[in-house]
């Protein structure tokens, strides 16, 4: 039985130091929180120049082309570059990435994203555990560096908040958003759709990939694309420069007939439009 003599003579835990510095901090960081309350109702955003606003950023051929991402076993959708265009443009809204935890030891950080409508006071936040790992092909490979730890945690944050900020966000200002970029794409800066086309596979031809293997995703000739094929290699093209995707992932490999692989002339003859896929080997379907 605890007598008072005893829990006189029991030490008292120490108490826990706040530095003067953390505690002008702490107070800052809530007044900050408060002022940007007050003046989000205060100067509330123009919802009319806001959707006009929208409408001439997602007409412009630099955003339009990386407003949307394209990754094997993720699929595909608007990318965080869109996400925050659109918040920037709607107004009065908080958002970001917070690393609440790394644990070396475990191999795995603890991530918070958030968006907060400060006007609406609507906030979405997603916490995630993030292994310090990435996947190389269909095996795991640890990260050691801290600047690919760094790096995988911002990449895997910058996704979650791309989801936030869709969530306090109107849904018919994001889908008309996504619409205009789509449209956007399919025209292009006001050169012909030949060109384009021409274009594209000089870009692709950079990166490794040939006509063949385009025409293998498609699952048609070059001479038969139109402005949706176009705009969906642009998405693809935009993803592997950006490092979201592989290229190898994304186009099958060139199948050839046992002629061209020995060095001598194929018997087949060519195709009638004039390219290089010969008409024996058969066409992949699209993925």
Known sequence: ????????????????????????EQSRAVAEVQAAIIV?????????????????????????ERAFYAVPNRGSGPSVHLARELARIWGNIDYGVRELRRD???????IQAYAWDQQTNV????????????????????????SDIYLNNQNVGARAVREALFTVMPADFVATAQDLCRDT??????????DRIANMVTKFGEIGVKLGQIEARLGRKRGQWAA?????????????????????????????????????????????????????????GGE
């Open 185 to 194: 794409i399919k025209k292009g800066d006001g050169v012909p759709l030949p």
């Open 40 to 64: 989000a109702q205060q100067c509330p955003r123009d919802m009319v120049r806001a959707w006009a606003e929208m409408k001439a950023a997602c007409s412009r051929l630099a955003l339009a």
């Open 104 to 110: 070396d030891e475990s191999h795995e950080s603890e």
């Open 228 to 284: 949706d094929d176009l705009a969906e290699l642009s998405v693809v093209y935009q993803s592997i420069k950006r490092g979201d995707a592989r290229a190898a992932d994304e186009f099958a490999e060139e199948r050839v007939t046992a002629a061209e692989l020995a060095g001598k002339p194929s018997t087949v003859p060519p195709a009638t439009d004039g390219d290089d896929w010969p008409q024996t080997a058969p066409i992949p």
């Open 123 to 146: 906030r979405s936040t997603r916490s995630l555990i993030v292994p310090h790992a990435k996947m190389a092909g269909s095996s795991r490979k640890p990260l050691t560096d801290l």
């Open 1 to 24: 039985m605890t007598t008072a003599i005893d829990r006189i003579t029991q030490p008292t835990p120490p108490a826990t130091r706040i530095s003067q510095a953390t505690a002008v």
